[in-house]
């Protein structure tokens, strides 16, 4: 008999979206479904022998690391690139907290929240996505615009004072100045994460980047990553600069963001002409969040029309909510309203 594995990776949940099968006829609403950006994926990258032949800057790229700064609105040597926002949030979480201290987390949310939170021993203090907690002496985690909700915080929100908050500003565009203006009130106990997966869809990649303005939380993120991923890949790092400085995604980043405002309202209004249906009033982001009014389940509502989605219990919310994901063709988006409408 082998020995146990650890109890808190026993009570690890992970889910892909295999794990919800999307059957011919269906339409699948589970993820984001656009198109790449810009061309710019096609064309090979170079190897870059020197920078491949060692680790590179463990904080990333400082090409990058610029490029990151002026989105955000903070000088370089404040960015950290990271594989992903996941790692991000890991190496944020992992610094600011203690072993079985507390930390808040928005529930339903994004489902790395509740399980790193836990891998790294913490104890989960879950609020509603629209009613932050003030900060202090606990650590807070905001997602804004929120997965899978897409409400939308203020940066004021958590208030002043000391203490930490992770603003995860992963489903935020880096069209215009969003980055920036958000970050523009950042005190040393801010922290922001990002990640190209979502919206510039490198989510193959892995980059992602932290922002930090404390010096001493930017040294002890930088010591941690050298014993976890040590520096990000050059290759992926290569390929995210070219993706942020072609001016082609600005534009087509500018203009998704207007055919998702059509999407969420098409089928925000496809909610509310159903029965037995309510939806969170989402703002922004790719996402709904939508419930059962009479207690059934919502995912196997919604697959039963054909329209197949994210449980809720997968944001650690209730069987009785379901995420769809609005970036999709405008055909899905019109069957999927009518099919919804008639629920
Ligand atoms: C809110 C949020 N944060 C972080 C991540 C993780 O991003 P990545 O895929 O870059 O690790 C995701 C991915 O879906 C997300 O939705």
Redesign the pocket.
Known sequence: MSAPISHRAAALSAHSYDDFPCEAGHLDMRGDNSPPLTAEFARPIALPTLAAAGYGDIRGELRLRTVLGELFGVCPDQVMVTG???EA?WLAMACVSDYSGFIRVPRPG?P?FEQLARLLGLRVLPYGPGAVPGRGRIPVVV?TPH?PTGIVTAPDAAGAGAGWVIW?L??MSTAGHDLAEFTAGFGSGDIA?F?L??LLRL?GA?V?CLVVRDPELLAALTRAKTHTSMSTSCLAQGLALRVLQDPGVRHELIMRAKVFADHRAQLLEAVAAASKLRAVAAVDGTHLYLETTDGGNGWERLAGCGVIGIPGTVFNGSAREVRLCIAQPQEVIDAAAARVAAL
Do not use: I, T
Request: aromatic share 6%; proline share 6%; hydrophobic share 15%.
């Open positions: 992903g926002g996941s949030l994004f790395g997602c997965n995860d992963s489903h994460v990640s997966s979502k989510p892995r992602g």
